[in-house]
């Protein structure tokens, strides 16, 4: 778990340092939108801000308004098409086809399309100039060939942010991606959603620079991407802590167990456990869980300096401040580190609990099946998310 806690916390940092470098080198520009200064973080947020209220208040029937619009538009597009199909056929005629049919059918596309027209203009349009509050008088060509074009972007951006959501969720930004011009679906799967390509008006018909200017896009991004970076290690250092004070405090509770059992007094919790699952066999039973707790201590001591590897590592690389390594730890490290390589610890552990178990008359321990034995010890000494935290950590 350290392993992968250390790893989680390198690629943030690398992260954030990555986007900061963007950041501080667009810091260095001239911003065109602001004469006479440089961009600056607060422009950056200021222009986030702006577009997180422009996507606010375009309510739902907005929306609906638009879409209805840009379909509208495309099935105009689509009879167009198909008319001049039928007009191609009647131009150049294949061998056996029916001239009379396809000029009544090319005829009645016309009419079609003539009707589309007429209520396209009583439509109105969310594409129109009127739509950004100029007096520009309406132009029926502009707006059609705005809503075509604001319905694919739109669908193309949809499909894009799902393919950067499965492939690459923080994917480097490529500076010298090519702008406006045709692109293969390869090219595209791979195109950063920061590109020039979603940033020229038309996808939100905004004409602020966060909609218009691929820097400020960039820019945007960068912060965003810094401060995503920020909160993931700020996570990250309290999975740690938390980690490492688990590690202490179960090493503390195998501990007691086993004291409780060789030197006493057993307390309630532990004696309540032990008649409930054994009866009057309390010696023989003391022998059981003490050698289970035992093992367990020994099985987590050597976990808890598999990670104090790591966790020192981390703190020289300054991934981690030195701050977050909770009280105790180091202290139990040096312990563990100095008596790592004595082997009499079992061998004591038998000769405490060898009179504990001559003087035992009641029972020899046979009945006592392993299953039970470490249930005692998990209802005495692991409530039930400590213990799932612990399998979890050691798996």
């Not at 098409?81 to 294949?94: E, I, K, M, R, V």
């Not at 009127?130 to 972007?153: G, M, Q, V």
């Not at 965003?224 to 999975?239: F, N, P, S, T, W």
Request: net charge negative; aromatic share 8%; hydrophobic share 35%.
């Amino acid at each position: 778990m350290a392993l992968v806690l250390k790893q989680k916390t390198a690629h943030a940092i690398k992260n954030r340092k990555y986007f900061q470098n963007v950041l501080d080198g667009l810091l260095a520009r001239s911003n065109p939108h602001n004469p006479g200064n440089n961009f600056t973080e607060n422009f950056f947020r200021e222009q986030w801000q702006g577009q997180r209220t422009y996507e606010l208040e375009q309510s739902n029937n907005s929306r609906a308004e638009k879409e209805k619009c840009a379909e509208f538009y495309e099935r105009g597009e689509a009879l167009r098409l198909l008319a001049d199909s039928f007009l191609s056929q009647l131009t150049n005629p294949t061998p056996g086809s029916n001239q009379d049919q396809v000029l009544e059918t090319y005829e009645k596309l016309q009419s079609l399309q003539k009707e589309q027209d007429v209520e396209a203009e009583k439509l109105g349009s969310f594409f129109s100039a009127s739509y950004f509050n100029t007096i520009t008088p309406r132009n029926p060509d502009l707006e059609r060939r705005l809503a075509l074009l604001w319905s694919a972007k739109t669908a193309l951006f949809k499909a894009a942010v799902e393919l950067q959501g499965e492939m690459q969720p923080l994917r480097d930004y490529q500076l010298d991606l090519p702008e406006n011009q045709p692109i293969t679906y390869e090219q595209f799967s791979k195109l950063a959603l920061d590109d020039p390509f979603w940033n020229d008006g038309y996808l939100c018909l905004a004409k602020e620079p966060w909609a218009t200017d691929s820097v400020v896009r960039t820019g945007i991004h960068a912060i965003m991407a810094i401060d995503r970076a920020k909160e993931e290690i700020g996570q990250l250092h309290i999975e740690i802590r938390r980690a490492l004070s688990w590690g202490v405090f179960h090493r503390e509770q195998l501990k007691s167990c086993i004291d409780q059992c060789i030197f006493g007094p057993i307390g309630p919790n532990l004696a309540d456990a032990i008649k409930a699952r054994f009866g009057s066999a309390v010696n023989s039973a003391k022998v059981l869980i003490s050698g289970e707790a035992d093992a367990a201590l020994t099985k987590h001591e050597q976990l808890l300096l598999s990670w104090h590897d790591t966790i020192e590592g981390m703190v020289a690389l300054h991934l981690i401040p030195p701050e977050i390594i909770p009280p105790g730890w180091r202290a139990l490290m040096e312990f563990l580190s100095l008596s790592s390589n004595q082997n009499d610890a079992p061998v004591n552990l038998d000769l405490l609990l060898e009179d504990e178990v001559l003087r035992d008359q009641d029972s020899d321990g046979e009945s006592v099946g392993v299953d039970d034995l470490g249930e005692v010890f998990a209802e005495n000494n692991q409530p039930g998310e400590r213990l799932q935290e612990q399998d979890l950590v050691e798996s």
